[in-house]
């Protein structure tokens, strides 16, 4: 991913997230020097995601797959390839935070040996209040 990347990552985060990113956390990962790939076909984004990794923990802060492209395998394909950039990193561990109520991802990273671990309350913006968040480890070694 790079800046010129960002109007394409907008387009879809803003479709697909009650509480998008701003334009500015994906520009401030960037300049951090964050892990964000984009994932395209025929120059058109159809995923990204951002993991940062620091001290032997890497943490996945977003994953996302375009609204028409959900469904057929993307995600697992994209989720596969961070846990390989996370262990060229020399992580021990993978951790990221999910709504409670996104079973589709929580489905996902089980499926793919993340283990519950936690949760955290109130975690997320959400339309009527607060929503709580569920902590993921994914062990690396
Ligand atoms: C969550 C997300 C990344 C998954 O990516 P995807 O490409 O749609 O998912 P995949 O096709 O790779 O499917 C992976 C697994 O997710 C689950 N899944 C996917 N679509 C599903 C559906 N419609 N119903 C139930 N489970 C589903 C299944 O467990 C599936 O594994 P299986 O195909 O072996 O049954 C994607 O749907 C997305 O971007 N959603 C909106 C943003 C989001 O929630 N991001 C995660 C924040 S933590």
Redesign the pocket.
Known sequence: MTDSDLTAVMLIEEQ??PHPWSRKIFHDCLRTGYECRVYEASHSVL?YSVMSAAAGEAH?L????H?Q???????????QRVIRQAREQSADTLF????IS????C??YE?EGFNEIGQRFGYYPAKNGREDALVFARPLL
């Open positions: 697909i997230y995923a996945l977003n994953l996302s797959v609204p492209q959900q469904g057929k395998g993307l995600g697992r394909f994209v989720l990221l935070e999910v709504r996104n079973h589709i991802a489905r996902l499926s």
